[in-house]
Every structure is written in structure tokens, then in C-alpha cells.
């Protein structure tokens, strides 16, 4: 069956500096990929999409990789400040409606000061 | 500020009571979710409603019922609340067709005594 998974459940860096994320999926029919934020108390947000068709997609301050050869996706963030600290989710749909997102536990992003 | 709402944000039940759940967005969206997140776990689509008088089921729709009211509004029912349904429980809505149009609520936090 489908699942998306994360490598990591926590994650700590340094403000300032690099944060990378990383999230696994199993299924080889997805074709649409998305990074979700979530803050303490308040509901996923958007972060970036990508499709199959793409390996990177830069937004700002943020990057997100997709290799389909050993479904890995990745969201990068640089230069990662306090504001960043937070729960990420990536989330994953084989369909061109988004109906059937399967979403990844989730990685807690800590920033240190 | 546009978005969607969701009420109560905090709620405690017994065990068989039942409860609704409320949703609203103001953006004119035409598709509505319900999700629930679990501790551990990414989110799981219990019902969504793709258009005005359409509700569907999700991964997990078991012990849960759902009315879309108008275009505005899409509510979730426990008729007979069980501990298995402590959760956060989070309303979603969508532009179009655009799977990057997702925006979320803030939650409901509900737990089952």
C-alpha cells in the first residue's frame, strides 16, 4: 500500500545555518508532492509543491528535491531562522484532484539559538 | 481575515456522547476535508466533500458522519464518541482543482474520557 515516511522525527540546527528534511514514499505512482509547516497550535501551511515531472523546485529560502529512482523527496531550508522552528510534513498524491493526499508523520524542526 | 474556521478549538466528552464538530471557510472554495492527526502519525482523511451536496469518504470514516450545509460550511458528527477518537481534528479547504491550494483550521483538540 501507499505510505510516506520520514527519516528523521527530530531535527536540530543552528540558526543560520542549513536545514534538510527528508521524507521517504513508497508509492511510484505519485505525481504530486507538497511540504506542509505546522506551528504549535495552528493548522498545516503550504510551503512548496513539486510535480513528478521536476527534480527541484526552488522557492524562497526553500528548495525541494524529488528523486523518483529511490522515492526521496527532500526540503531544504537555508540559512534557518527561529521563525522556521516547527513541525514539517510532506504529503503525497497520485491523483491530479489532490482527494487522496497521504501525508508523513511529520519532522520537528528545532532552531538553536 | 479569510480563512477557515473551526469551533470549539478544545473539547473534553464521555464516552457515547456525541458531538458536532463545525467548519467554515470564507474563500469560496468549492471542495471542504475533514483530518484527523494522531501523535505519531500524518494526517488521515476522514470525509471530504468535493463540491456543494457531495461528501465522500476517506481513509478513516468509521464512528463519523458529515453534512456540507452550504458551500461555506462542511461539519463533523460523533454520534457515539469512543476513546479511539481522542484526536486533532483539522477542516481543510481547496481552490479549484489546485493541489496547492490547500488551507487548514486550527484544529479542534478533542479527547474522549
Known amino acids: 500500500g501507499e505510505s510516506v515516511g520520514l527519516h528523521l522525527p527530530t531535527l536540530s540546527v543552528q540558526e543560520g545555518d542549513n536545514s534538510i528534511i527528508n521524507c521517504a514514499y513508497s508509492?511510484?505512482?505519485?505525481?504530486?508532492f507538497i511540504w506542509y509547516k505546522q506551528e504549535s497550535g495552528k493548522g498545516p501551511q503550504f510551503i512548496i509543491d513539486?510535480?513528478?515531472?521536476?527534480d527541484k523546485r526552488q522557492g524562497q529560502r526553500v528548495t525541494v528535491l524529488l528523486n523518483k529512482t529511490v522515492k526521496h523527496l527532500s526540503l531544504q531550508i537555508a540559512a534557518t531562522q527561529p521563525g522556521d522552528s516547527a513541525v514539517y510534513f510532506c504529503?503525497?498524491?497520485?491523483?491530479?484532484?489532490?482527494?487522496?493526499?497521504?501525508f508523513g508523520p511529520g519532522t520537528r524542526l528545532s532552531v538553536l539559538p | 481575515n479569510a480563512g477557515v474556521t473551526q469551533t470549539p478549538k478544545f473539547q473534553v466528552l464521555k464516552t457515547g456522547q456525541s458531538m458536532t464538530l463545525q467548519c467554515a471557510q470564507d474563500?469560496?472554495?468549492?471542495?471542504m476535508y475533514w483530518y484527523r492527526q494522531d501523535p505519531g502519525m500524518g494526517l488521515r482523511l476522514i470525509y471530504y466533500?468535493?463540491?456543494?451536496?457531495?461528501?465522500d469518504k476517506g481513509e478513516v470514516p468509521n464512528g463519523y458522519n458529515v453534512s456540507r450545509l452550504n458551500k461555506r460550511e462542511f461539519s463533523l458528527r460523533l454520534e457515539s464518541a469512543a476513546p479511539s477518537q481522542t484526536s486533532v481534528y483539522f477542516c481543510?479547504?481547496?481552490?479549484?482543482?489546485?493541489?496547492?491550494?490547500?488551507?487548514f483550521g486550527s484544529g479542534t483538540r478533542l479527547t474522549v474520557v
Open positions: 481543510a479547504s481547496r481552490s479549484g482543482d489546485r493541489v496547492d491550494g490547500y488551507t
Open positions: 508509492n511510484s505512482a505519485s505525481d504530486y
Open positions: 513539486i510535480r513528478s515531472n521536476m
Open positions: 504529503a503525497e498524491t497520485p491523483d491530479n484532484y489532490g482527494q487522496n493526499f497521504v
Open positions: 474563500m469560496n472554495h468549492n471542495s
Open positions: 466533500s468535493a463540491s456543494e451536496g457531495t461528501t
